[in-house]
């Protein structure tokens, strides 16, 4: 745009109507020690930068300020876009090595040259693939050191000190900032600064961080936080658990932990929606956080795997709240709305951040796919039908960026973090890795210079240290760098040195190969397995060179001839979603017609129904929701389960015939006796005389009603009036204070019905 173009924009930001940025403006001269001089062309998000950090302007005029963040941002990330789009994707291509070899063309814009566009690629920061690599990071470090003990959210808070620097102490003034979005931001990033700090140096959680990951988000018109996922260097018990985490409001005798949690660890409360609907609430008017919790007289972990906190019965604090219309409203609040922390890190951080400890490692993946989700876009694009698609249009198209966002990324602060760097290496036949090549300009020299991770594997340097080392550990144990240091080692390409690693880890892993890539899969199941020093030598077993990898792969034992597909299930598994791995399955039974259906749903039956297994009380009621999907995946392309070996299943049309199938199955009967049995004792007076009223209609339970005197001689005198309704319908109405357990009551009369 014309640099007076946000003049025009903003005529009270910039009353005096000076120019914005434009290329090939110049900063300050810097004199170098030698006495010369120089001039730095100063770029557009070093320009906002600077503007935002030291004019007044930016945090005296609030709303107006913020709009013109937003501007600069989405101007910035424009500029940035549009540069791939028009130098990348017009100016390079990509190819394979062999396709460039077999080119006669002798036109530059020759057709077979042509190659492929670069697409939005995954080093652009919010971009897909940037989310999808640094998800598949996170869980190859949890392959490889272990699922976290810890997932921490904090949230920052308007109510921190640092936000009022006059308060402070700090002179008066224009140039003192300012509680703002910008302030909010930097000083937010201080504290998550020093939070990395203390779980590196072990000040927080009862031990040293083994490793922590971490990424920052932004609400639409709210404050930023971070996710954190934290793994100690020991192993931690529920008995650490109950000791660290706390899920209840604490004594009046300590009162700085009880007002920072009434101030930032309580949950709505949800419960009076007479009072105001938060926005947790769903359609359904129930909470999506499942809050209010049920009391707890321990901590334990239950059968899913999930921690229930000791949440005693304790007493009731009123509160006040802010409410739609800046009212403030008076709401009660027990140990049930509390969210779960740890004192020590509330009391020194003053914000809202929650700790939550995690025990099973198949929850880990959803926890880190909730991580990278990505900012917030638009559900819908408008586009013309048959159009290709154009991820950089699309991606422009479908942001939203708010304030908070726009500050954090104009001041360059990063959206992730992790104490552990993790590499991914490329997987390539020979001859299939890609170059990169200006069709234009073609250069044979640049071209050929160009190598992979896996061919200076190959090509590495002679020696014991070298010699029978595969390829995750020599990129793990070694580093290549372009000067030569004592102690480095010369590469044969004559571009790098190879020196062993000091100090600090890396994680390396291979990209995933799907298992039709059937020579590709079985190149990295072997390189994962065997050193080597070329394809051939992978492809030689035992003195033998065999012709393809898939053969060298089984004669090693590494593989059979059904196992090749479970592997690749499993594989997929560490960070593919259920539906995911279910379309996995689907292109193996289209894609390979030998593919042993039956064999693999016998074998992996559990794995790729994992997220109805969560929702149903039944595995046969899960699998049968499983193959029920299978069974519309396969429909799409002319198939049915039968065609291709699957058991047949009973897709539900009727709200009763799914309940049926839900609950008339051995392993659901066993659910309903384990459930009866551990609630019906718990069940109060009043409880019980509701239950057996309820069941009274019911004569052939042959239950043992009376309890107590008094439940005998009010259920008599109901018996009497039952024995004239019996033939006609009945309703009850269950009218109860909140928290009394009526939801537990008519389930569990449910269960026995059941």
């Known amino acids: 745009l014309d640099p007076t ?16 940025w434009e290329k090939g403006l110049m900063g300050p001269v810097i004199t170098k020690p030698d006495g010369k001089t120089e001039y730095h062309e100063i770029t557009i998000l070093r320009y906002y930068k600077g503007l935002f950090l030291t004019q007044p302007r930016t945090w005296e005029m609030g709303r107006l300020a913020e709009e013109v963040a937003i501007d600069a941002y989405s101007r910035i990330e424009e500029r940035r876009l549009n540069y791939i789009r028009h130098d990348f994707q017009l100016k ?22 042509a ?24 869980m190859g470090t949890v392959h490889r050191k272990g699922a976290p003990h810890f997932l921490i959210t904090m949230t920052a808070s308007t109510a921190w000190t640092e936000l009022d620097l006059r308060a402070m102490g700090v002179p008066t003034g224009p140039q003192v900032p300012k509680k703002g979005p910008g302030l909010i931001a930097r000083v937010f990033k201080l504290k998550m600064d020093q939070l990395l700090r203390d779980l590196r140096e072990g000040k927080i959680l009862g031990g040293r961080a083994a490793y922590v990951i971490g990424v920052v988000e932004f609400q639409h018109r709210g404050l930023p936080h971070c996710h954190v996922a934290v793994r100690l260097d020991k192993e931690v018990t529920v008995t650490d658990v109950d000791k660290l985490i706390w899920a209840r409001i604490p004594p009046k005798k300590m009162k700085k932990l009880r007002a920072a949690v009434l101030a930032h660890m309580v949950h709505g409360p949800c419960n009076n929606l007479k009072v105001y609907k938060p926005p947790c609430i769903n359609e359904d008017l129930r909470c999506e956080k499942h809050f209010p919790k049920d009391f707890s007289d321990f901590t334990t972990i239950d059968e899913d795997g999930w921690p229930i906190y000791f949440r005693p019965k304790g007493e009731k604090v009123k509160i006040m709240k802010r409410v739609i219309g ?58 013309q039908e048959g159009e290709e698609v154009d991820e950089v249009k699309d991606y422009l198209d479908r942001r939203v960026v708010g304030t908070a966002e726009a500050h954090w990324r104009l001041y360059e602060f990063p959206m992730q973090f992790r104490t552990v760097p993790v590499k991914a290496l490329h997987v390539h036949l020979e001859g299939k890795d890609l170059v990169s090549f200006n069709p234009d300009k073609p250069n044979p020299k640049a071209i050929e210079a160009q190598t992979t991770e896996l061919m200076r594997y190959f090509d590495r340097p002679k020696g014991a240290q070298f010699d029978n080392i595969m390829l995750l550990d020599y990129y793990e144990q070694f580093l290549e760098i372009d000067k030569a240091v ?54 030689t077993v035992e003195g033998t060179e065999h012709g393809t990898f898939q053969e060298a792969a089984k004669a090693l034992g590494l593989a059979s001839d059904d196992s090749e597909y479970l592997m690749a299930i499993d594989e997929a598994a560490e960070f593919m979603m259920p539906s995911e791995l279910r379309h996995l399955f689907l292109s193996m039974l289209v894609g390979q017609q030998d593919a042993p259906a039956r064999y693999i749903w016998d074998n992996r039956k559990d794995i790729l129904s994992e997220d109805f297994i969560r929702q149903f009380s039944s595995k046969k009621s899960a699998y049968n929701e499983a193959l029920i999907h299978l069974s519309r995946l396969l429909a799409r392309h002319g198939r049915t389960l039968e065609d291709v070996g699957l058991p047949s299943s009973f897709d539900h049309t009727t709200e009763l015939s799914r309940e049926k199938s839900r609950w008339e199955v051995e392993e659901a009967q066993r659910d309903l006796d384990a459930y009866v049995l551990k609630w019906e004792p718990q069940m109060n007076p ?6 057996d009223t309820l069941l009274a209609h019911f004569p052939e339970l042959e239950r043992n009603w009376a309890r107590t005197m008094e439940e005998q001689t009010g259920l008599e005198a109901h018996k009497i009036l039952l024995e004239d309704q019996r033939s ?27």
């Open 115 to 138: 190659g492929r566009p670069i697409i939005l690629p995954s080093s652009y920061i919010n971009s897909p693939r940037w989310r999808k690599a640094h998800y598949l990071d996170a």
């Open 486 to 539: 004592p102690g480095s080692v010369a590469h044969p390409d004559g571009k790098h040195f190879i020196r062993g690693r000091k100090q600090g880890e890396r994680i390396c892993r291979l990209h995933y190969v799907p298992n039709g890539l059937t020579e590709t899969f079985y190149l990295r199941l072997l390189l994962l397995n065997k050193p080597a020093r070329s394809y051939a030598e992978l492809r």
């Open 728 to 754: 006609r319908p009945v309703m009850y109405n269950l009218d109860a204070p909140g928290g009394s357990g009526k939801t537990t009551v008519v389930k569990l009369v449910a269960n026995i019905l059941r």
């Open 326 to 383: 800046n009212k403030r409203v008076e709401l009660e609040v027990d140990n049930r709305f509390i969210v779960p922390y740890v004192q020590e890190l509330l009391l020194r951080y003053n914000c809202h951040i929650n700790v939550e400890f995690t025990t099973r490692t198949r929850f880990v993946k959803y926890m880190f796919k909730y991580m990278y989700k990505g900012p917030s876009r638009a559900l819908a694009a408008v586009g």
């Open 686 to 691: 009043g409880q019980r005389v509701v239950i």
């Open 92 to 113: 390079l291509r990509s190819a394979t090595r062999d396709e460039l070899a077999n080119h006669t063309g002798e036109s530059a814009g020759d057709e077979a040259l």
């Open 5 to 20: 173009f946000a003049a025009l924009s903003f005529p009270v930001f910039r009353p005096s109507a000076e120019p914005s």
